[in-house]
């Protein structure tokens, strides 16, 4: 059971634009603390796509935007490629001094 | 250029121990916090421990409060994670990376750790 929840999956057709959503609670993304979101090919390492609620590290696309509000995150790809099917994680720091992650999101195109 | 490369990973008997290192280039490694995170076989990620850039703070998730230790050596740009009371449900690979606002903005390519009999 993971302290973050995200919906198993999601799909999209190409071109299209899907968003994932992360609900936490007043202990973590709801006390303030940024939500960071990670994208996962699988056999490979997490690759951060979105830090601090919204912003993107350098050389990840702008079809890649994220947002915050109250005890929520959310993720959303837009003008989907082929190449974005992965597992997308959400995560965040807790007051009980852990760093928490969402269960996953498996994205097929 | 950022890298982080992990080591120490193999199969080991329940109850047995490992140690984990992860030597870091291409960044300052003594300015920055770093983080071991860990995956299960088709899991999802959980995260391990945390230890500041000059050691003075350590968390542990609860699952390995008492049988893990991390630790890190400045001098030698390593990050290291001792595990001892190794239990199945440890079996993962362990990724170390690079701490930003506790996440991880970069990772090593990880190392798996396979706890059985």
């Known amino acids: 059971q993971s302290v973050l929840t995200q919906p198993p999956s999601v799909s999209g057709a190409p071109g299209q634009r899907v968003s994932i959503s992360c609900t936490g609670s007043?202990?973590?993304?709801?006390?303030?603390?940024?939500v960071h979101w990670y994208q996962q090919v699988p056999g490979t390492a997490p690759k951060l796509l979105i830090y601090?609620?919204?912003n993107r590290p350098s050389g990840v696309p702008d079809r890649f935007s994220g947002s915050k509000s109250g005890t929520s995150a959310s993720l959303a790809i837009s003008g989907l490629q082929a190449e974005d099917e992965a597992d997308y994680y959400c995560?965040?720091?807790?007051?009980?001094?852990?760093?928490?992650f969402g269960g996953g999101t498996k994205l097929t195109v | 250029e950022v890298q982080l490369v992990e080591s120490g990973g193999g199969l080991v008997k329940p109850g047995g121990s490992l140690r984990l290192s992860c030597a870091d280039s291409?960044?300052?490694?003594?300015?920055?916090?770093m983080n071991w995170v860990r995956q299960a076989p088709g899991k999802g990620l959980e995260w391990v421990s945390s230890?500041?850039?000059?050691?003075?703070?350590?968390y542990y998730a609860d699952s390995v409060k008492g049988r893990f230790t991390i630790s890190r050596d400045n001098a030698k740009n390593s990050l290291y994670l001792q595990m001892n009371s190794l239990r199945a449900e440890d079996t993962a690979v362990y990724y170390c990376?690079?701490?930003?606002?506790?996440?991880?903005?970069?990772w090593g390519q990880g190392t798996l750790v396979t706890v059985s009999s």
């Open positions: 601090g609620n919204s």
């Open positions: 990376a690079k701490d930003l606002l506790h996440g991880g903005d970069y």
């Open positions: 995560q965040s720091y807790d007051s009980s001094q852990s760093v928490v």
């Open positions: 007043r202990s973590n993304i709801g006390a303030g603390y940024g």
């Open positions: 230890i500041s850039s000059d050691s003075d703070f350590i």
């Open positions: 291409g960044f300052t490694f003594s300015a920055f916090s």
